[in-house]
């Protein structure tokens, strides 16, 4: 039989944040501590699941428009207009996806050809660099670097474009490290990008969680919005995971041809969720504060914790995860989170799950109550006391 298999979708690594978990799931421990998925311990804001519950018993279960919703483009549009202050038109400029993940998957595809660079900034999210692949572009990895507060760089921008560069994914608030971009960060990497005339993917899913000052977009930089397809969603702000629900804005060139490839694979994102965040873009502003302020508790704690125990971390301030380096052990971040595991049940993810450049790093999610993260600092303080007496310090 001929191999019934694409070469390209077989050389790609399966997820490594999967690949650890799947260890976790295997030991089914209740004392298990578990500090590695990125997912809101908050219940949906009660509004929220309100509305999805009144859209079923009024049987709005149909198909909506491909792009979605006209009254969630419309709202989306309110919204980055309050927030960010960009304005696009709802018609042509926004398509309302399955999550943030199928955004990035069909940006991709709408923007590249065979051959073209992608410029992915690492550690980062997980998919990337995958999708990438399966959109025949390839893939230019910058590594980020601690001693930056894991910030791109314009000289590390400069650096890697080349004459096939097409594409710079933006990936801030970042995850796994927690970085941001400010304001003058971004202007000084919008000045390479125009003067190469490539483009931007801006994942801004984790926009609402950052903890110094408010969140700006490089579409808010002048000659930036008409070359940028801004991602977010509602999964981290309103603590929506399962309703799988994101979107992009941009160019209705690009938006257009996007949504040709949304409409074949996908038709629409799930009715029920749409109408939910309507109501959720609507009347949601208080429920993002609440959780900001008790992720920015939480993170503060970690640091604190962090500091206590002598481990190195660089300050974060996006998100909802800390980055803390264990190089100072000698250990890879695999040995060093499966002894954790093993030792100490707690369960965080290997810093190169998120690439190369994450060696030497754990990334711990806070997105967990104040009382479970204080028992996992507990069980960390005793295991890394165990590891410097067993090397002698």
């Known amino acids: 039989m001929r191999n019934p298999l694409a070469d390209k979708v077989v050389e790609i690594k399966p997820s490594g944040i999967r690949k650890f978990f799947d260890i976790v799931n295997d030991m089914k421990d209740s004392n298990v501590i578990s500090l590695g998925v990125g997912e809101p311990d908050f219940d949906t804001p009660w509004h929220i699941r309100d509305e999805g519950i009144y859209s079923l018993e009024k049987g709005k279960t149909f198909y909506t428009s491909n792009a979605g919703l006209m009254e969630l483009r419309q709202e989306i549009c309110n919204y980055l207009k309050r927030r960010q202050g960009v304005d696009y038109d709802p018609r042509t400029e926004v398509l309302v996806t399955v999550g943030g993940s199928e955004a990035i998957d069909i940006g991709l595809r709408a923007m590249v ?3 073209d ?4 900034p690492q550690p980062s999210y997980v998919s990337y660099e995958p999708c990438a692949i399966l959109a025949d572009a390839a893939p230019v990895i910058i590594r980020l670097k601690a001693e930056n507060e894991f910030r791109l760089t314009a000289g590390e921008l400069e650096e890697a474009i080349t004459d096939k560069t097409k594409v710079l994914i933006l990936p801030f608030p970042n995850n796994p490290t927690g970085a941001i971009m400010e304001r003058r960060d971004l202007e000084e990497i919008a000045e ?4 190469h005339d490539i483009f931007v993917i801006s994942d801004e899913i984790y926009s ?3 903890y110094k000052g408010r969140h700006v977009s490089i579409t808010e930089i002048p000659g930036m919005q008409e070359r940028t397809i801004l991602i977010n969603g509602f999964s981290k702000s309103y603590a929506m995971t399962g309703w799988r629900l994101g979107y992009a804005c941009g160019p209705r060139e690009i938006i257009g041809q ?3 490839i949304h409409q074949f694979a996908i038709m629409c994102a799930p009715t029920m969720s749409q109408y939910a965040a309507v109501d959720a873009l609507k009347n949601g502003d208080e429920d993002i504060d609440k959780m900001r302020v008790a992720y920015n508790q939480r993170r503060r704690f970690l640091m604190n914790a962090f500091k206590e125990m002598g481990l190195e971390c660089f300050e974060p301030y996006g998100a909802f995860y800390v980055f803390p380096s264990i190089k100072e ?3 890879t971040s695999d040995e060093f989170a499966a002894r954790f595991l093993n030792e100490e049940k707690v369960a965080a993810v290997p810093g190169n799950a998120f690439g190369d450049s994450g060696e030497g790093y754990l990334r711990i999610s806070y997105a967990y109550s104040l009382e479970k993260l204080k028992l996992a600092m507990k069980r960390m303080g005793d295991f890394i006391e165990r590891l ?3 090397q002698g310090r």
């Open 113 to 115: 050809n065979p051959g």
């Open 117 to 120: 660079e992608v410029i992915i």
């Open 192 to 195: 390479v990008i125009i003067r």
């Open 208 to 210: 609402e969680l950052t």
């Open 258 to 260: 996007m949504t040709k």
């Open 329 to 331: 052990f000698g250990m």
């Open 388 to 390: 410097r007496k067993e």
